[in-house]
């Protein structure tokens, strides 16, 4: 669900720490909405706004999860210190979507036709989902590009000015992912994730097979790095873990070449648009 992760691994806080909250996350710089709060007791079940957060009890010290739009940050936040005792960040890749074509700068995911810098015409995309996690653009050869949360609305602009269909399929990545969520399922719920498998032609062999491909790397993705997603993990999550964000080395190289990784998720990702 998280469409961009960092955990304790990542890039550095701006130097000397700082207050994230007055320093650092400003609304200008990263427009956050939300924290939840992880300390020994697990996950705060209230998600609380930034003005809520200043307004916390003092003298905690506890691991932050705080979320926008489209960026995520973790870290071990001192309430009484005012800053991240360690954590990170990830840059944002750039997209910029002009009149007729889409402009990506920075992107992160090797294999992808646009790493790390690319252009995408209008003629060249089969279909979009501006509302997707985060939101998607297919191209005619089945690549699905991601852009940030914050393009949303001009992403939707640009389908209805180039007469684009918008298409939501189903999330078949979100559901071979499944097992790998902090979160335990009942039987029922791991029989209706199958069952949708099934419908889009995966075998329970293959259904094996490719949780067993990503298994190391998804775990150590989202527990290594702290990132402890319970909802939702997707293709996006998956490249990000053959990237190396939040991902031991180790785990990550269990996936193999990242070229070869993307292109093989991409052509798995394509059967839930072939069979909807």
Sequence with gaps: MREFLSGRNGPALPPGGGSIINDYLTPAL????????????????????????????????????????????VCCWSHARSECLFGGHNERMQVFIAESEIRFTDYPFVGASVYPHGTVAADQIRDVD?????????????????????????????????????????DIWADLLEPFLDTALDADAERSTEDRLHRLGLSPTEIIEIRGRVERAMMSYNFDSMLWEWVHLGLYDLLSAAGGTGTRRAARATLGDPALLYEWAMRIADRSTERH
């Design 30 to 73: 990263f427009p956050w909405t939300a924290v939840s709060v992880i300390d020994r007791e697990g996950v705060d079940p209230d998600r609380h706004t930034p003005q809520q957060f200043r307004e916390l009890e003092p003298n905690r010290t506890a691991l932050l999860s705080i979320d926008s739009g489209s960026a995520r940050l």
């Design 130 to 170: 501006p509302a997707a996690l985060p939101p998607e653009v297919r191209t005619v050869g089945g690549e699905t590009l991601f852009v940030s949360a914050v393009d949303r609305s001009a992403l939707a602009e640009f389908c209805s000015r180039n007469v684009l269909p918008v298409r939501s399929r189903p």
